[in-house]
């Protein structure tokens, strides 16, 4: 079945506690990215990944870092949280369009929540 | 960068009418423009996207315009059913790269 999946779905933690968000899909996708959802924000894109080794900054990277040593797995990274950055995360992957770089169905995964007292 | 603005934030609509949502974005450059729609507790889902060499796009009762010149395009949803209720997100991309969404519609249907 062709999926994006989050670990973990839900967690809670303390302020400075390094933490990682895993993410990977099994689609082959080359365009991996993760957003943050905030109520009444919508969906702010954090940073993204055009292919293996090529990331770059979103609108709100600040807090953030990523890495994409494989296709499939594009990890979010909290060098140290702050509860600001209390949000549901979600990660997705795209599919190419027909015209090269357009792209076609963003696939998002389950999304997790964190929360950071 | 872009911004998108996305109207009305709260949409209620009676079963079988019509619903219509509306965005504008700032940069003449962004030419890919799809609509997702997210369930209480889901993840979004897209169910309708246009690219900027179209000026209208329609699936069954979606439909989504674009015009270039005032720079918004729309949602619209004919025939609206229980199952249409949801928050709904438009969003702008330059070429499927940086991805700007709209703040978001939440949309009530009643029967």
């Known amino acids: 079945e062709a999926q994006v999946t989050q670990n973990p779905r839900y967690l809670i933690t303390v302020t400075g506690k390094k933490l990682t968000v895993t993410c990977s899909q099994n689609?082959?996708?080359?365009?991996m990215s993760w957003y943050r959802q905030d109520p009444g924000l919508g969906l702010r894109q954090i940073y993204y990944?055009?292919?293996?080794?090529?990331?770059d900054k979103g609108d709100v990277p600040e807090g953030y870092k990523v890495s994409r040593k494989e296709k499939r797995n594009f990890p979010l990274i909290l060098e140290s949280p702050s509860p600001n950055q209390t949000s549901l995360y979600f990660c997705?992957?795209?599919?190419?369009?027909?015209?090269?770089?357009?792209?076609?169905?963003?696939?998002f995964g389950p999304g997790t929540r964190l929360t950071v007292l | 960068g872009e911004n998108v603005e996305q109207h009305p934030s709260t949409l209620s609509v009676q079963e079988g009418d019509s619903a219509v949502i509306k965005c504008t974005y700032s940069?003449?450059?962004?030419?890919?423009f799809p609509w997702y729609k997210q369930e209480l507790g889901k993840r979004p889902q897209l169910i309708i996207d246009?690219?900027?060499?179209?000026g209208e796009k329609k699936d069954q009762r979606i439909a989504v315009t674009l015009n270039k010149t005032a720079k918004h395009f729309s949602l619209h949803i004919t025939e609206t059913q229980p199952e249409d209720s949801a928050v709904y997100f438009c969003?702008?991309?330059?070429?499927?790269?940086?991805?700007?969404f709209g703040t978001g519609t939440s949309l009530t249907v009643i029967p």
């Open positions: 997705a992957s795209t599919s190419p369009g027909l015209a090269g770089r357009w792209t076609d169905t963003q696939y």
């Open positions: 689609m082959n996708h080359e365009y």
């Open positions: 990944s055009m292919n293996v080794e090529v990331t």
């Open positions: 940069d003449s450059a962004s030419n890919y």
């Open positions: 246009i690219r900027s060499n179209v």
């Open positions: 969003a702008a991309s330059i070429h499927g790269n940086q991805f700007y």
